[in-house]
């Protein structure tokens, strides 16, 4: 319970500012209760969970020392932050949103052995439960936050927020901590890091998942511990998915399947937007590559650990927690600045092979293998893998006149600092950058800005609410590109 320390009978007057004062001052962060759902309303009913160092601001606003709820809910009666999602859906939102970023932030902290900072510089960061009207949910290093929303379901009629379910908000806390651990990856032009990005943030929540008990009983009933049959565990954003589907005509049930058939192919050969059914470098449709590799892995280590004694929700479990740790150690020797997938896959292998003694290799590599990240040769895995880069520093390379009215913009980035170039400007560095971005340029994800133009941070979203990849600065006359930090 929250604010009953020296003060039983607290309560919120008109202006939201508590009735003792003093009370609220003196008030200790404490343990609190908060309604919860791993999944959504579509797939299962909701529960609660605890969150702790909650402390209750002077304006009646929830914080953690990690995070600030700019939303504003008072506890029921019992001090408990828990609501019926039909009858209070603001106030659910709130307090489902608030405990699903602090404890997937603290999952991971718990693996990764310490601090996760913000790529931003803030102690904490800023949670908008409910910043209006949109069917998208996003991270923004630029507003140090993670947003959800809420939209209505023009089918059912019923008002759907982003912010009930623990797969989506999990999603973007995802993104917040990869930010903060590989601020570089956002700087990155080719389609990897972007997509291992999305891969991450999915992950996330799925990994979350594993560790909610109700997640875990309903996954053993639909796949009887067979992963590979379609279960809501592999599909993330059941709810918002559906909404989607309404809202733009092509019926879905979910936003991704983690269990998929996508083949790694050459990027430069796919289109950059694509119909859902297709792959191309979009980051999310691109992310399903890593993501099937990872689900194949994790269905195959869920087996193993059924044939060693577990039942299927322990194995579930147990491999979502084997999972975290891998992540968790994989950060901390991933590759810097750009990178492939097949490098991020030698990453984690060498991470399995030298911190968890080779035990999840079989189903990594039967995984990476199936979606095509690694050639079926083992002989080349054997030879020293090309794990990427350790140290990067920025190249700036300049667009060619091919780029219309971008022709002629500098765009940074990233490279290998051991490398030598006898010519940047002709390197394959510098061609595959042009490349990306002119990909980006024609397919209308980068925006452009006028000298002086004054850009609100509203302008860093395309018409139908999707953050641009990039945006036109002007720095001392010339005409620059820079990767948006704003990712959804
Ligand atoms: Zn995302």
Redesign the pocket.
């Known amino acids: 319970m929250i604010n009953s320390i020296g003060s039983p009978d607290y309560s919120y007057n008109a202006n939201g500012i508590g009735s003792k004062l003093g009370s609220i001052i003196g008030h200790k962060p404490e343990t609190a209760e908060f309604s919860y759902n791993a999944q959504d309303d579509v797939v299962m009913s909701d529960g609660t969970a605890k969150v702790d160092d909650v402390k209750v601001g002077l304006t009646g606003k929830l914080s953690t020392p990690r995070t600030k709820m700019k939303d504003k809910i008072k506890p029921n009666e019992d001090g408990k932050y828990v609501y019926d999602r039909k009858t209070q859906p603001k106030e659910f939102a709130a307090a489902h949103t608030f405990a699903t970023v602090n404890n997937t932030l603290k999952m991971f902290e718990e693996a990764y052995g310490e601090k996760v900072p913000w790529a931003f510089k803030n102690d904490q960061m800023k949670i908008n439960a409910d910043k209006g009207e949109m069917l998208n949910?996003?991270?923004s290093r630029f507003h140090k936050s993670v947003n959800f929303f809420h939209a209505m379901d023009p089918v059912t009629n019923q008002m759907v927020y982003s912010g009930t379910s623990g797969e989506v908000v999990s999603?973007?806390v995802?993104?917040a901590m990869l930010d903060g651990l590989h601020p570089e990856y956002l700087a990155c032009w080719s389609p990897d890091p972007r997509g291992f990005?999305?891969h991450f943030?999915?992950m996330t929540g799925f990994m979350m998942a594993t560790q909610d008990d109700a997640t875990c009983e309903l996954v053993a009933k639909e796949t009887g511990g067979d992963l590979k049959k379609p279960n809501s565990l592999a599909l993330t954003g059941e709810s918002l998915g559906v909404t989607i589907g309404h809202a733009t005509g092509s019926p879905r049930n979910c936003i991704r399947d983690a269990n998929n058939e996508f083949l790694w192919q050459d990027p430069s050969t796919l289109p950059q937007m694509a119909p859902d059914d297709q792959l191309c470098t979009e980051?999310?449709s691109w992310?399903r590559v890593y993501t099937g590799a990872m689900y194949d892995a994790f269905a195959g280590m869920v087996s193993r650990n059924m044939g060693e004694g577990q039942s299927c929700e322990d194995a579930i479990k147990s491999c979502g927690k084997e999972f975290i740790n891998l992540y968790a150690a994989t950060l901390k020797e991933a590759p810097k600045g750009d990178f492939t997938y097949h490098q991020m896959a030698n990453c984690m292998l060498k991470v399995d092979r030298e911190q968890f003694g080779g035990r999840n290799r079989e189903f990594l590599l039967k995984g990476f293998i199936a979606h095509n990240i690694i050639p079926d040769d083992l002989s080349i895995m054997e030879a020293e893998p090309d794990t990427g880069a350790k140290n990067v520093r920025t190249m700036t390379v300049t667009l060619g006149d091919d780029c219309g009215m971008f022709s002629g913009a500098k765009v940074d980035t990233l490279v290998d600092a051991d490398k030598m170039f006898m010519s940047e400007a002709d390197s394959p560095e510098a061609k595959s950058t042009q490349a990306h971005v002119k990909k980006l340029i024609e397919a209308g994800r980068i925006l452009y800005t006028e000298p002086n133009q004054v850009v609100s941070s509203k302008d860093l979203f395309d018409k139908n609410g999707v953050p641009y990849d990039g945006v036109v600065r002007w720095v001392d006359g010339s005409m620059t590109i820079e990767r948006n930090t704003i990712?959804?």
């Open positions: 949910a996003y991270y999603h973007e995802g993104h990005h999305e943030a999915d980051m999310h992310s990712i959804n």
